[in-house]
């Protein structure tokens, strides 16, 4: 990375350092609001004092988005084994939840693993209590939605954690991403859920291993459309040479339990970077907004997806990239993860090694952590220290530890060194991103992956259904590829000159490849829709076509579906074809005119 991207060492001597202490103390003041769930006295206090913080720096407009999503509360839950023994089990609903009749209702209960499509394999769910495992493989909503369309009666989630941990999760089932469409109000998963702990899920999984298990259950929740509090601030660069482009930093406002790791935390990081950003106004090259997410753990993104929604063209001209700000200083992590796009990889590894020593693991982004931005094609960045792979293995897969969504997240769950450098890692991250007159994406990355998943669908199903649009995806995709080596050329002489006019065209040319490539390679859905939270089919190849062959691979020809599926799969391989098309088609003309 360069040294001088801000002028001197990047802002200066020292004027780029955080101050922990000012995190820590924000910390404790906002896990002071627990439960701070969306409508209730606790977010609006924690508003409040964020814009309060936020309108004492100089240069910095704060405000708080007002709007309406649908959400739900808790009244009560119930959970009773019957037979062949009785207990009563703590339990907590899972909001979204169908609500019983007052007597409850009761059933034979089955384990379905991990929960997902597979776990069903060969078993009549139809009428039963499941009990699954909580993890991302699948989230909970895809839980939900999957056990609904097997015909479940009611679904039960055990807790993540140590074997023994009698910690009880929250959560919500809602699925649809933000506020829903009338047509996604149908989408979400019609099913009974609540949460139960690991221990209590152990000690079931034990009675149902040697005999038949009956339960009781009841549950009530509330569903309401409520109003917003999402504060939200825009820091305005005073360089005398501004850029076009603006970075969005967000994290969750609204959040379960004792909220200190998921995500005070977070929170408290953003308040101090954007004082260290505002008072370096004149150095930093482009704007930024903050947004504070309302909505973000029962709406499922509300917050972020209504931002987005309402403000699309300005988010479309000029969204440079979405940083997520959560999971901050995990007590007990040792690695670093990165969810986000493959053309900020070579920039982050850059940042990384010079903060952390070494690169991040790099993944794809999912539909999680208020990645609302897919549709607009605007990057996302989501990095995390998390646990190692036997740590997580024993502990139920919890990569944001064992107390999340409980009130066990509290202050000894928070490490001040890992928090220290997840803090310098964002703000460094924006550093590059604000003050590089060069957008510092490399196309490169998204390319080669590209490639890798045509090789998978190749191998994982019948030439039949993907020829020859495979090999005409590969044919476009090798092009791209040798026109990004040319616009990378070009980009690397751009960030050695003053030349203003082509850095800009550059930076033009950049953006306009996000918003072609991300939502037609990275979504299953139209670039202004949402995929549902925890879309299982991000995690493939070319998840818009393998959502489709995996449908095919489990219909009869004989079935009318099977044609219409089909019909499509064309369709959604035409989009891919198109997309590369029109980047191999911006990409040459900026270079034709070069």
Request: hydrophobic share 40%; with cysteine.
């Amino acid at each position: 990375m360069s040294k001088d991207a801000c002028g001197g060492d990047r802002l200066g001597h020292n004027k780029s350092d955080l101050d922990i202490e000012a995190i820590w103390r924000h910390v404790i003041v906002l896990s002071n609001f627990t439960d701070r769930l969306a409508g209730t006295e606790n977010i609006e206090k924690a508003s409040n004092y964020i814009v309060n913080y936020l309108e004492k720096i100089g240069g910095v407009r704060a405000w708080i988005d007002r709007f309406h999503f649908l959400t739900s509360y808790p009244e009560y839950s119930y959970f009773e084994i019957i037979e062949p023994e009785s207990k009563i089990i703590n339990s907590f609903p899972n909001l979204f939840s169908e609500n019983t009749p007052p007597e409850g209702v009761t059933g034979d209960l089955i384990y379905v693993g991990s929960g997902d499509e597979e776990s069903y394999r060969g078993i009549d769910a139809a009428g039963k209590l499941v009990l699954a495992e909580l993890s991302y493989s699948p989230p909970r909503t895809e839980k939900a939605r999957i056990a609904s369309i097997n015909n479940a009666k009611a679904l039960i989630i055990m807790n993540w954690g140590h074997r023994e941990s009698r910690t009880v999760g929250r959560g919500a089932i809602k699925g649809v991403w933000g506020p829903p469409t009338p047509e996604d109000m149908e989408r979400i998963p019609r099913i009974i859920s609540l949460n139960i702990s690991r221990h209590d899920g152990e000690y079931i999984k034990r009675l149902l291993s040697h005999q038949r298990v009956k339960a009781r259950i009841k549950v009530r929740v509330e569903n309401k459309w409520v109003c917003s509090s999402q504060p939200m601030c825009r820091i305005y660069s005073a360089s005398s040479q501004p850029m076009d482009e603006f970075i969005i930093v967000g994290g969750h406002l609204e959040a379960w339990g004792g909220t200190v790791t998921d995500n005070s935390a977070g929170n408290a990081v953003m308040l101090e970077m954007v004082k260290v950003l505002a008072e370096n106004r004149s150095k930093i090259l482009r704007n930024l907004i903050f947004g504070f997410w309302d909505g973000h753990e029962i709406g499922e993104a509300a917050g972020s997806a209504w931002f987005v929604d309402n403000n699309w063209v300005e988010l479309n001209e000029g969204g440079l990239a979405y940083l997520n700000v959560d999971a901050c200083g995990l007590a007990g992590a040792s690695r670093f993860v990165s969810y986000s796009s493959p053309e900020t990889w070579a920039f982050l590894e850059e940042v990384e090694k010079e903060v952390i020593g070494k690169p991040s693991e790099k993944r794809l982004p999912l539909k999680f952590g208020d990645n609302s931005f897919l549709g607009v094609g605007i990057p996302y960045i989501f990095t995390f220290a998390t646990f190692t792979e036997e740590e997580l293995k024993n502990s139920g897969e919890a990569i944001f530890g064992w107390w999340y969504h409980s009130e066990e997240d509290t202050i000894d769950k928070l490490d001040r060194e890992i928090l220290g450098v997840q803090a310098k890692l964002y703000l460094e991250y924006v550093l590059r991103l604000a003050c590089e007159t060069v957008v510092p994406f490399d196309f490169t990355h998204f390319t080669r992956l590209v490639k890798t998943d045509i090789a998978q669908i190749r191998e994982a199903f019948s030439k039949e259904w993907t020829e020859p649009y495979l090999s005409k995806i590969e044919a476009r995709v090798n092009e791209l590829e040798t026109l990004i080596y040319e616009v990378n050329k070009i980009a690397g002489e751009c960030r050695n000159t003053r030349e203003n006019t082509l850095t800009k065209s550059v930076n033009k040319l950049l953006l306009t490849l996000s918003r072609i490539l991300t939502p037609a390679f990275r979504s299953t859905v139209d670039k202004y829709s949402h995929d549902v939270y925890g879309n299982i089919f991000l995690a493939k190849p070319l998840p818009r076509v393998y959502k489709i062959l995996a449908s095919l691979t489990k219909t009869s020809r004989e079935d009318w579906t099977w044609h219409a599926l089909k019909v499509s799969l064309t369709r959604q391989f035409n989009m891919l074809i198109d997309a590369l098309v029109n980047a191999s088609f911006i990409c040459r003309t900026f270079l034709n005119k070069i």
